[in-house]
Nanobody
Framework: QVQLVESGGGLVQAGGSLRLSCAASGRTFSSYAMGWFRQAPGKEREFVAA????????NYADSVKGRFTISRDNAKNTVYLQMNSLKPDDTAVYYC?????????????????WGQGTQVTVSS
């Protein structure tokens, strides 16, 4: 059974940092792109960042460029999201996902497996 488990969320003050992790189990995802999305209350789930199968290509939403960094460790079947200079607008539930393909995409339908999410709250 495929399982994605996010961790690392929490409450942080504006300007602070958090590092999210997403551990995948049940199968190996080293051939597939992985991504992070987020959903704030009352809003649609939105793309945050994605990384291709071997980590040499990444893509970010404009709102997080220069502040967030996505990376992966295929040996550990894990993807990370380093979040720096956090803002109150970054408050959301963050979800990791495994794409259906090796290349990166920024829309939810390109992703076949999803975690349960981890809450990130940034206070002003």
């Amino acid at each position: 059974q495929v399982q994605l488990v996010e961790s690392g969320g929490g409450l942080v003050q504006a300007g602070g940092s958090l590092r999210l992790s997403c551990a995948a189990s049940g199968r190996t995802f080293s051939s597939y792109a992985m991504g992070w999305f987020r959903q704030a209350p009352g809003k649609e789930r939105e793309f945050v960042a994605a990384i291709n199968w071997n980590g040499d290509n990444t893509n970010y939403a404009d709102s997080v460029k220069g502040r967030f960094t996505i990376s992966r460790d295929n040996a550990k079947n894990t993807v990370y999201l380093q979040m720096n200079s956090l803002k109150p607008d970054d408050t959301a539930v963050y979800y990791c996902a495994v794409a259906r393909y090796s290349s990166i995409y920024d829309y939810t339908k390109a992703y076949g497996y999803w975690g349960q999410g981890t809450q990130v709250t940034v206070s002003s």
